[in-house]
């Protein structure tokens, strides 16, 4: 469903995303998004919605987030799965973490990000590759 995909490349997934569900937001955002993104992201959350932040991007700048969109009753989470891998967490974490990512890559669930590799003979082409802004997953 094409009309439930939005452009993460700018803020217009907000717009499409409250159109979509009439006003009401979502109940979970799951975000690596950063800056102004961020931002919208957490305007599409429905009340008592759980905003869960992935991206480092934001936490390490530590920009501001406004308080007011607190009022809708949110939750924000920032994660660092890096945390759980630190030695001395709990292992118990762990192993399960690393089983539902096997099984994950074997069934099909988790898809490894594409990838467009050039040479390092092709530094240039790869910038502007990726300067072009429609690439999708890395450019290594």
């Not at 936490?59 to 406004?66: H, K």
């Given at each position: 469903?094409?009309?439930?995909?939005?452009?993460?490349?700018?803020?217009?997934?907000?717009?499409?995303?409250?159109?979509?569900?009439k006003g009401r937001g979502v109940d979970?955002?799951?975000?690596?998004?950063?800056?102004?993104?961020?931002?919208?992201?957490?305007?599409?959350?429905?009340?008592?919605?759980?905003?869960?932040?992935?991206?480092?991007?934001?936490?390490?700048?530590?920009?501001?987030?406004?308080?007011?969109?607190?009022?809708?009753?949110?939750?924000?989470?920032?994660?660092?799965?890096?945390?759980?891998?630190?030695?001395?967490?709990?292992?118990?974490?762990?192993?399960?973490?690393?089983?539902?990512?096997?099984?994950?890559?074997?069934?099909?669930?988790?898809?490894?990000?594409?990838a467009k590799i050039f040479p390092k003979?092709?530094?240039?082409?790869?910038?502007?590759?990726m300067a072009s802004g429609k690439h999708?997953?890395?450019?290594?």
């Amino acid at each position: 469903m094409d009309e439930h995909i939005g452009n993460s490349r700018d803020t217009s997934f907000e717009q499409m995303i409250m159109q979509q569900t009439k006003g009401r937001g979502v109940d979970i955002v799951l975000n690596s998004l950063a800056e102004e993104k961020l931002i919208a992201s957490v305007r599409c959350l429905a009340h008592n919605g759980r905003f869960l932040e992935i991206g480092k991007f934001d936490l390490v700048s530590n920009n501001p987030l406004d308080m007011s969109v607190f009022q809708k009753g949110i939750s924000f989470q920032g994660i660092k799965v890096e945390n759980m891998m630190i030695k001395n967490r709990n292992s118990k974490w762990k192993r399960l973490l690393f089983t539902l990512i096997k099984n994950g890559l074997s069934d099909g669930t988790i898809k490894p990000i594409q990838a467009k590799i050039f040479p390092k003979t092709n530094v240039e082409e790869a910038f502007r590759y990726m300067a072009s802004g429609k690439h999708m997953g890395k450019v290594c």
